[in-house]
Every structure is written in structure tokens, then in C-alpha cells.
């Protein structure tokens, strides 16, 4: 279900991207928590197919990876860029790992907005910003959702795929 979903978006992004020489940066948050145990295969499965169905470059289309539990996990985070191998090698080496822990994104979609500010400082331009949730639930320490409106107010795109 979650690559259908996936290849959806890439379709709709495929699809804008012939019609308008799409310019976006994308930025696909991994639950990685230990609720997603059973479906972390399916995660890192579809986030993989989704990367290799983008047609990415420097000046077009770059995608970051965050996954998180209680909070990013960095050592696994990517940020944007356009190198289909280096996402597709982190997203696979990922997925040989147990997810654990607890559920916390606020953290992420500020380091969201981190990536999205040195890209456009990066590029000298404003591009569509994209975020992918994939997630099973709420998060357990939710404290308020200012991060997820100010990247609304400032034109982000937000899309949530439950696992």
C-alpha cells in the first residue's frame, strides 16, 4: 500500500515536472520507531522506489532523508541533494536496522526546515518544498504544532502516508 501511495506522488510530481520543469525539494520523514517494527520493510521498500522514480539534478529535484523516533536520527539523515545512490544506500542500510523507541516528529520538521533554508541559500532561489510523513500515529509528546504551521505559511507542502 505505502509503494502505491508512493508511486502516486511520483506520478503527480512526474507529471508537473514534464509540464513545468519542476524545481522542488523534497523531504521524506521515516518513522523509525518501535511501533514500525513490523513495517519497516515496507517504509524503506517504498522510500527506495520513490527516490528512483524521481528525475533528480542540482538544479531541478533533491530529496533529504530524516528518520526519527524520539527525536532525528542523524546519523541516518540525509540532507538535500540530488544523488539517487547516496539516499538509496542510507534508506537500504536503514532497513538493516530494528526500529525502537518512541514517536516524536516536531524535532524533524524543524531539521525539515533547516535543510529546506540551506537549500534555497544553496540554489539562490525559491523552489516548491515537499514533506512526506510516513508514519503510524501520533506522536507521544506532542506539545503544539507552530513548526508545522510556519512550514505552511511558508508554502511547504505537507503530505502524511500512514503506515
Not at 501511495?5 to 507529471?15: P, Q
Not at 537500504?92 to 524533524?108: A, K, R
Request: aromatic share 12%.
Amino acid at each position: 500500500m505505502i509503494s502505491r501511495i508512493f508511486l502516486i506522488l511520483s506520478i503527480f510530481i512526474s507529471n508537473f515536472a514534464y509540464s513545468q520543469c519542476l524545481k522542488a525539494d523534497i523531504v521524506i520523514l521515516l518513522d523509525w520507531s518501535g511501533s514500525e517494527s513490523e513495517n519497516g520493510h515496507f517504509v524503506t521498500g517504498a522510500a527506495s522506489d520513490f527516490i528512483y522514480s524521481l528525475s533528480m539534478g542540482p538544479s531541478s529535484v533533491k530529496v533529504g532523508i530524516i528518520p526519527f523516533s524520539y527525536s532525528p536520527l542523524i546519523s541516518w539523515c540525509v540532507p538535500l541533494t540530488h544523488d539517487a545512490l547516496i539516499l538509496s544506500n542510507v534508506v537500504s542500510n536503514l532497513g538493516t536496522t530494528i526500529p525502537s523507541g518512541g514517536t516524536s516528529y516536531q524535532d524533524s520538521f524543524s531539521l525539515s526546515d533547516d535543510f529546506f533554508k540551506k537549500s534555497e541559500e544553496e540554489r539562490g532561489e525559491k523552489v516548491m518544498k515537499i514533506i512526506i510523513l510516513i508514519s503510524d500515529g501520533e506522536e507521544l509528546n506532542f506539545y503544539s504544532n507552530d513548526i508545522i504551521d510556519y512550514l505552511k505559511s511558508n508554502d511547504c507542502l505537507i503530505w502524511c502516508i500512514g503506515t
